[in-house]
């Protein structure tokens, strides 16, 4: 059944008919619904009226359905339907819309729409957006989902889009905001330069309807935004004059769908959805200066047709086929242009990003077809999900060259300090073919084994060919994942659910892994240290250059987690909700880099001294995350409502991404530590509350601690070519923001600081919007308010862990999509 609305009806002759009205469906739900005959002495009908069970005694999927009413009453920055995925526990995002789980990172996660992907599987994310106007609702999916979901270690964000109905209705929609009613932002107010310029407007609406009553209706939506922002660069490096560049951003969503109801037990739809964002003067921000400016566009198109076809009571088929390209170009040449190596200082970024300009076309070919059983108690379901995928690329890496200082001072060549001390430079064709085709498998069966026990069983197999075809290793086809779960309700009123499980799940290996290691294998790197400027060369270093070479592991093993869970559910009232639940992951095989030629010690001589550097491209990573996710929901089918989670959670890794290297080769194990995305504690709150007079106010409200943040001595202390070495722990109780408290005068030696040994700023953000309903004629009209950090709480980022820079232990920006308070004003007509 379509997410809605539902009456079931129950009806045995000589028996009273019992109706029970007002019964809500959401995506992936399946509500228990307990009915009881008695028996008639004349004909009656009892009819109850009633909210859909809020705890479910069927799934032991840890997870939130956000829905229509979600969706139309909480504030969302940017329109980002995304962002209400915090409302979902054990999700500690780090802000905006970032989603992350158990310890993984967001490119872990997996997005689906209308049950098929949209995933970027070049650089692992979602591919584009959709209008807020087009989504109906959607799950988040964080812990212990069925075999039915795949290709992802993190959260699994299902989105279900709109459709037309037997009646004609429609919306039009306008927003605006600039900075006369916005806090200023402390940078710039800092600086004393003002207010920096900010102007935004976002418009659209959607209209649906039928075409042939009860049989074909139409949906379409669109939606459009322009943004006039002011990009401050806070590097003490730059004049003051030159810190505040505009930022432009045009961005337009169309969407349109057809739904046929071929008969009582079958129907067929079809949709399109294209997205266009263009933004000028991206990257200039914090220390990034001017020169690392670029304009990027973004082109998202897809097509989705589906067909589900009711072959009996108990037997379902649903098909689906997609067809959907992204094209993405970030071009350089109105700031750097080709030829202007990167500079990297302490507490400044100059020149052209070293992986800029690119452009990349992904092509994506999708069909899902799944089977679904109904026999006695069990409910099997089973099915395969084929895509084959395309992708073209342009990717530079450091064409260019990078020149890596460890000073602020100003080169001088009679001044041997203010010369850099590192340069790489690699030299290959950039054009790159990225095919992979991605095949997967999975049975799944719900068991209702008796006296309240479901068990939830099932297996997924995976597999993608991507290592094969583009770097000639064999592809891993050791991808079998068990999903196993039980939910029991020991009380018959099935107000309680006592739940758990376990499962493996694997990621998919996104094609940008792959193309830094087809770019390196076929390139000529050069690592020179102690180099010239701005000629590497000068220094008469020519001879003692030795090339650098990376493969990749000749048998590559797809990472994976394994998760279980052990909690319970219980509905308190009617309308009221709590639950508690334990999980425990851990990650194996996380991608990451290692240097097989590394020296014995320190300094020392590599085995093989015909090369420097031979990069392994691997997966020896490992995460480890422990959590307790509690959760009490208040949504009765009238009045307030309310929604309180917090998340207490430890999360470990030894790696952070694809192109992590330990600091010390030798002793990877030594960088277990906390992840850059451990929120040690979060606390979200969600509100809607009508009022009298027709207002209506609503919010959201997040508290979470900091994020670790990392110490390096800001030169290459142990001689391995890599900067990220961390100093020695020098005052065990001193300040972590205090130079003093570390010491870093040393060579030829890793210090014994832990990685992300610190802790950064708190985050506490509270949005509300406050609106007033009014009544027209054929039509009703909604005019709004929206406070985006109404608190004005600063937000600071992480505080900078570069011991050689001038701004050590400060936060030079804020944090990732935080900004001031900001208030936006709107209004929305239905019709």
Known sequence: LPPGTYEVRAELAGFVEHVRQGLTLTTGQEPRIDITLTVASVK?????????????VTKNTIGTTITRRDLDSIPLVDRNFLSLANMTPGVTGVGGGSVNTAGQLSRNNSYLVDGVSNDDTIVSSSRGGFSLEAVREYIVLANQFTAEYGISSGAIISVVTRSGTNRNEGRVFFFDRDEHLDAQDPFSHAQ?????????????????????RDRLF???????????????????????????????????????????????????????????????????????????????????????LSDTLVL??????????????????????????????DIRRPSGNFGKANNLPQWRRERRYQFVDNFSITRSN???????DISMIRGFSFFPRTNDGQFMFSTDKPFDPADLSTYPIQYTVEHFNPYFDLPNELYAFFVQDSWRAGGGLTLNLGVRYDVETSYRKI????????????????????????????????????????????????????????????????????????????????????????????????????????????????????????????????PLFPGGPRPDPSFGRIIQFGMEGNSWSTALLTNVQYRPQRGPSLGVSYTLSNALRDVEDFQYFAQDELNPGADKGPASNDRRHQIVVNFNWALPGGFQIAGLGSARSGLPWNVTTGVDSNLDTQTNDRPDLAVPDGNPLDKATYFANFTRRVGNLPRNANRGPTYFSLDMRLSKHVTLPKMKAELFAEAFNVTNFTNLGTPVGNLRSATFGQSTALAMNAAPRRIELGFRVNF
């Open 44 to 56: 009656e009908t009892v009819t109850v009226t009633g909210a859909t069970p809020l705890v479910d």
């Open 192 to 212: 004393g330069s003002g207010k920096a310029p900010f102007s935004q407007q976002r418009w659209g609406g959607f209209w649906g309807g039928p075409v042939a």
């Open 218 to 304: 139409y949906f379409a939506s669109y939606e459009g935004q322009h943004i006039d922002e002011t990009s401050v660069v806070t590097s003490p490096l730059v004049p003051i004059d030159q810190r505040e560049w505009p930022k432009p951003t045009n961005q337009h969503q169309g969407f349109v769908k057809f739904d046929n109801q071929v008969s009582s037990g079958h129907a067929v739809s079809g949709r399109y959805r294209i997205d266009r964002n263009l933004q000028i003067a991206n990257g200039i921000s914090g220390l990034n200066t001017h020169d690392r400016g670029s304009d990027s566009l973004t082109r998202d198109q897809d097509g989705v």
């Open 312 to 341: 009996s009571n108990r037997l379902l088929n649903e098909l689906r086929f997609q067809a959907s390209q992204r094209y993405n170009n970030i071009d350089t040449s109105l700031y750097s242009p080709v030829g202007t190596p």
């Open 378 to 384: 069990h409910d099997v379901k089973f099915g395969t």
């Open 471 to 598: 770097n000639g290793v064999p592809d891993d086809h050791d991808n079998v994942q068990p999903r196993l779960g039980f939910v029991w309700a020991p009380f018959k009123n099935t107000a309680t659910a006592i739940r758990g499980g376990y499962g493996l799940y694997v990621d998919r290996s996104f094609l940008n892994v792959q193309l830094d290691v087809a770019a390196a294998q076929n390139s000529q790197t050069i690592v020179i240290q102690n180099p010239g400027y701005p000629d590497p060369f000068s220094r008469g270093t020519l001879g003692t250059v030795t090339p650098s070479a990376t493969v990749i592991a000749r048998k590559p093993t797809a990472p994976q987690t394994q998760s279980v869970s052990l909690g319970v559910q219980r509905e308190l009232r009617p309308g009221l909700s709590a639950s508690a639940d334990g999980v425990y992951s851990r990650g194996q095989h996380l991608f990451n880099n290692r240097d097989l030629n590394y």
